[in-house]
């Protein structure tokens, strides 16, 4: 297959076989918030709102750029949220105001 023609058939996450830095596969213990990220999937999906698939596909259309600067978690809260508003069951104003909420508690 051409260069060209692997670039179009290949997805943003599909990178099997391209030169790439070293992976640390050494196990490490989660984050408190990328514990309760992984609990919020679990969640999305047990009440039919956001399903494994759509997930995948959240993350996939962030494009290969923006994947490459997140973490894996910090993909996944990207891909729900862009959902939520595909969706209609989130808005930005809201989410502004949930986060700002959450500073100044934080900041008490």
């Not at 993350?59 to 862009?82: H, P, Q």
Request: glycine share 4%; aromatic share 6%.
């Amino acid at each position: 297959m051409k260069n060209s023609e692997d670039s179009i058939k290949r997805l943003p996450t599909d990178l099997g076989g391209l030169p790439a830095e070293h992976v640390d596969r050494t196990e490490h213990e989660l984050e408190p918030w990328e514990k309760r990220c992984h609990a919020l999937a679990d969640v999305l999906d047990f009440h039919k709102i956001i399903n494994t698939e759509e997930k995948r596909r959240g993350v996939e259309a962030l494009g290969a750029d923006l994947i490459g600067k997140l973490s894996y978690y910090e993909r996944w809260i990207v891909a729900f949220t862009n959902i939520l508003f595909e969706k209609k069951l989130l808005t930005p104003e809201e989410l502004a105001r949930k986060m700002k909420d959450v500073e100044e508690r934080l900041q008490k």
